[in-house]
């Protein structure tokens, strides 16, 4: 093994909450499938049980994405902040390993690891919980839920939501970074702080709001840039064909022509890419506090 | 050769207070050199520069690279131990081990385990659940198994017991020192290291006020015991500090002759822990 795939593990050892959370969070959705209220209307079209089988498993990893985004944000945010506030840095430091390749294993951990383990736990859920479902609800669901062309395409879908969410959140990332990388304490004051101060200031002064915006716009967009309308959304009942009677398949739901040809994706990612320069630069200057 | 440290102007400013003043040293191989220094006097800032923990002005060279630049080559060659509280809480001893030999081409795994196979610590525990002194030997063990040419202690034993402090230079001298390589420490506990350094660096103010080994103190320096009597004729022989102590004088000279101050009373070469009071209260020399 390498030193980067010795830095993976070494997160997984510091950061048990990884696969932890996922899994309780998963515990619990499965004893809800076990023991929740089941009604469900009967379905009878093939096309409605395509639906249900897409829409249920879409619901079960939107719930792991939540969960997901908080704890990726809260990682991003302590991962350079809590060696140096317990001294460990200075242990990781005298090992040849440069604080480069460090706070990219970092980086790598928050935006594709993390994701990955999420979806992975969400897939694990809904397979048990699908189970579960059907047999609670086998007068209504039958054999409903298990079209494997449909589990096929939400791992398609899982691994674009990973990849547009890492890019599209890069800027987000390395601001939380180079805030974990400087901040002496209250690393999620000064990762607040100085974006508000901004906004008010440019509102109070130039009457304007277009830093407010650009953050809103950060935080909100994705879905808009990364994936097609709500008509083509598998949740919403008018989603199971399109307006030409095709079913909808994964393909309509995601946009990554769009995605990935948007200027809006690529500034944000160069942003990304600069915070974390700083981030690494303020690694190599700042031990412990 | 080279020496293995070497500074030049070495200067550290936070602001406007500066840590190093234009601070020159050499650090020759194969030595054990402490460099000592009152609090905030740039000791650590001074070892931070040295291991490449932060830039700073002026010429600096470690084992022929700038620490700074090229720290992560530095540290195959060199390995530092600041202080022992620092191995993480949550990391486990095997994991550790694991992981210093995953990325430390230099690390002797069997070295490690050996060092530990002395111990009570079991390889399954984590640094939270052990005494201070069994964290220091798992340091001790990590940093001793690595065969490094330059070993940078920073105040090592803060906060142990007497009985882990001896521990801690017994095995650093008997298991761990030999020829080929090189020891920097520093320390606030200069009568606890004195007899194991072959070298003394003074620092004070950012400033080296002393650079010098232990043989070289012997024939530069001498203290002399002087009754009250023959005071004013030794104070013109010119001492740089006076110590009194239970009725007598005790005066410290700096390049002396020797022969005129046996007149005076019994010679003595001054400890280093003498030296050093000697040296940052009298000031001038």
Not at chain 1, 46 to 70: R, T, W
Not at chain 1, 190 to 216: C, D, K, S
Not at chain 2, 68 to 77: H, I, S, Y
Not at chain 2, 253 to 267: Q, S, V
Request: contains cysteine.
């Amino acid at each position: 093994m390498n030193t980067s795939t010795w830095l993976i593990r070494r997160e997984f050892w510091e950061n048990r909450a990884i696969w932890m959370i996922p899994a309780v969070f998963g515990g619990l959705l499965i004893l809800a499938a076990l023991f929740g209220q089941v009604s469900i209307p009967k379905l009878t079209s093939p096309a409605e049980m395509h639906e249900a089988a897409a829409a249920f498993q879409v619901i079960v990893g939107a719930m792991f994405y939540v969960v997901m985004s908080v704890y990726a944000t809260w990682y991003l945010l302590d991962c350079l902040y809590t060696d140096r506030r317990d001294r460990s840095i200075l242990f990781w430091k005298s090992l040849p390993i440069s604080d480069a390749r460090t706070v990219l294993i970092k980086l790598l951990i928050g935006m594709i690891v993390i994701p990955l383990v999420y979806f992975a736990a969400a897939d694990v859920t809904a397979l048990i919980g699908a189970f579960i479902l059907s047999i609670r609800a086998r007068a209504s669901l039958g054999s409903a839920l298990w079209q494997p062309d449909v589990w096929w395409q939400i791992q398609v879908l899982w691994v674009y939501c990973v990849i547009a969410t890492a890019l599209w959140y890069l800027p987000i990332a390395g601001w939380l970074m180079l805030v974990s990388a400087w901040a002496k304490r209250a690393v999620m004051l000064w990762a607040i702080l100085p974006p508000l101060v901004l906004y008010i200031l440019e509102r109070v002064f130039f009457g304007t709001q277009i830093i407010g915006h650009a953050i809103t716009r950060r935080m909100m967009g994705l879905p808009y840039v990364a994936f097609n309308g709500a008509k083509h959304m598998w949740t919403q009942g008018s989603g199971v064909v399109d307006n030409g009677g095709v079913p909808v398949t994964v393909w309509h739901l995601i946009n990554p022509s769009g995605f990935f040809t948007s200027a809006e994706t690529w500034i944000g990612a160069a942003v990304g890419v600069v915070l974390i320069l700083g981030a690494i630069q303020l690694r190599m200057r700042r031990s412990e506090i | 050769m080279a020496p293995l440290i070497e500074a030049r102007d070495l200067t550290k400013k936070y602001g406007a207070h500066v840590a190093l003043d234009r601070a020159n040293l050499n650090v020759e191989a194969g030595r054990i050199v402490g460099l000592i220094g009152p609090n905030g006097a740039g000791k650590t800032s001074a070892l931070r520069a040295i291991l490449g923990l932060t830039n700073y002005e002026g010429h600096l060279t470690v084992l022929g690279r700038e620490p700074f630049r090229d720290r992560t080559a530095l540290m195959n060659e060199c390995c530092f131990i600041a202080d022992v509280a620092v191995l993480p809480s949550w990391l486990r001893v095997d994991h550790a081990i694991d992981f210093v030999a995953g990325v430390h081409p230099r690390f002797r795994r069997d070295r490690a385990l050996a060092f530990l196979a002395k111990t009570q610590i079991a390889g399954n525990r984590r640094m939270r659940e052990l005494s201070k002194g069994m964290k220091t030997q798992v340091h001790l063990a990590l940093t001793m198994a690595i065969d490094a040419k330059l070993l940078v202690l920073d105040e090592p034993t803060l906060g142990l017991d007497i009985l882990a402090r001896r521990a801690f230079y017994d095995a650093l001298v008997n298991d761990y020192m030999d020829e080929t390589r090189t020891i920097l420490i520093t320390t606030h506990q200069v009568e606890e290291v004195e007899n194991l350094l072959t070298d003394i660096i003074f620092i004070d103010k950012g400033r080296i006020v002393l650079d010098t080994s232990l043989d070289d103190v012997a024939t530069r320096f001498v203290a002399v015991a002087v009754t009250a009597d023959r005071l004013d004729a030794a104070r013109a022989e010119k001492p740089y500090y006076e110590r009194h102590i239970l009725g007598k004088v005790v005066l410290y000279f700096e390049n002396a002759d020797p022969g005129k101050l046996a007149a005076f009373g019994e010679l003595h070469t001054p400890s280093v822990s003498d030296l050093f009071v000697a040296k940052l209260s009298g000031g001038a020399a």
